[in-house]
């Protein structure tokens, strides 16, 4: 098991920064590849970021990439999300999850209980 809790959110206005954290706790050697969700209201989860934990390789959403950086610490065994230049869309819940397999997003099995993401125009 994995356990991941996400910290960071908060509320920002248009053009600022927000920082995510993910701490993974438990059995992480399960731990292949770790990701960014979010969900707005009424809207369906989409993938943010995904990170390949061992090589490095990262993904992005179109509507993040040159705006949103992942990376990783794995001496603390966290992940970040570094976002820069938010925009209102960016409102959501973000979830950090986790992948025994692929960074394929059906590959996801573990995931945190999210942070809330705010940002006004």
């Known amino acids: 098991q994995v356990q991941l809790v996400e910290s960071g959110g908060g509320s920002v206005q248009a053009g600022g920064s927000l920082r995510l954290s993910c701490a993974a706790s438990g059995y992480i050697d399960v731990r292949n590849c770790m990701g960014w969700f979010r969900q707005a209201p009424g809207k369906e989860r989409e993938a943010v970021a995904q990170i390949y934990t061992r090589g490095g390789s990262t993904y992005y959403a179109d509507s993040v990439k040159g705006r949103f950086t992942i990376s990783q610490d794995s001496a603390k065994k966290t992940v970040y999300l570094q976002m820069n230049s938010l925009k209102p869309e960016d409102t959501a819940m973000y979830y950090c999850?986790?992948?025994?397999?692929?960074?394929?997003?059906?590959?996801?099995?573990?995931w945190g209980q999210g942070t809330q993401v705010t940002v006004s125009s």
């Open positions: 999850a986790a992948s025994s397999s692929s960074c394929r997003p059906s590959d996801f099995g573990y």
